[in-house]
């Protein structure tokens, strides 16, 4: 057996666990003789992260829940293969997500960038259990409460533990937030309360879907917020943003015949 080397009580983070990093954090959460995985990564990991599990002596009948936090295909991608090993599990997903994940949606779930040249297989498998805002999670004598905290993508869950919140790709170490992509249901005005509410609760660690754990800092928070609060009137995100203030201001130029080479850029 090996020793398990906790995050923080009941909370193992299996990257940090294996001391090297294999893709998203994956989570296992365990009270008594429950466990439960929250994401699980790419599929070409699933093997390891499983026999890691098994050499930490969590029997594999005794897996509960597989959590999607949300559906890219980052997180989620193995869960098909992770649910083959661990029939006992329920796949765990808000509703959201669930369409995304069972109607196979490659868009939508990243698995397809056609763009990038990015395309990878993505399993589309059945969510047994839907959970949102205000539901609660149990495991053993362990109670998760549901967050909705949609901004990043759509559907995007956080669950909170007593002073630790599972926080997706809500906001990591270093201040930046998950991707800001119309494609899969990015939506800055609801990010925002997401990252306000994260900051203004009592929460004091943020456990985060990429990179490690830290504490719940409100100015690192609000940095985040200030910038996003700045995109949803920028050109920077296209379609995510909610108005672009320049083409009222060049509305306003062109009625009064304003030359363009009369206006300075010194406010700016
Ligand atoms: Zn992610």
Redesign the pocket.
């Known amino acids: 057996m090996l020793e398990r080397r906790e995050l923080f009580p009941n909370v193992i983070e299996l990257n940090f666990q294996a001391r090297r990093r294999m893709g ?1 954090c994956v989570y296992l959460i365990y009270s008594g003789s429950d466990w439960m995985l929250l994401d699980i990564g790419y599929e070409d990991t699933v093997d390891e992260l499983i026999n890691l599990i098994r050499q930490l002596d969590f029997p594999l009948a005794n897996c509960k829940y597989l959590v999607a936090t949300h559906a ?1 295909a ?2 989620v991608q193995g869960f098909q293969k992770a649910k083959e090993m661990l029939p006992g599990s329920q796949l765990v997903a808000h509703f959201e997500a669930k369409k995304i994940l069972e109607s196979g949606d490659r868009i939508a779930s990243f698995a397809e960038i056609p763009m990038q040249g990015i395309s990878i297989e993505m399993p589309t498998f059945v969510i047994e259990k839907e959970v949102s805002e205000a539901d609660v999670l149990q495991l053993g004598d362990l109670n998760l409460q549901v967050w909705d905290t949609p901004g990043h993508a759509i559907g995007q869950l956080s669950f909170r533990l007593g002073n630790l919140l599972f926080s997706g ?1 809500n906001i990591f170490r270093d201040g930046c937030v ?1 991707s800001i992509d119309c494609h899969h249901g990015s939506d800055i005005p609801a990010f925002i309360l997401s990252l306000k509410r994260i900051q203004a609760s009592s929460v004091e660690w943020l456990l985060p ?2 990179g490690p754990a830290f504490r719940n800092d409100r100015k690192l928070l609000q940095s985040a917020i200030d910038r996003l609060d700045r995109y949803q009137h920028m050109a920077d995100f296209g379609t995510c943003a909610v108005d672009w203030p320049l083409l009222n201001e060049w509305e306003v130029e062109l009625g009064k015949g304003t030359h363009p080479t009369s206006h300075t850029c010194s406010d700016m």
Request: hydrophobic share 0%.
């Open positions: 998203c890219d980052d997180h790709d998950g879907s990429h």
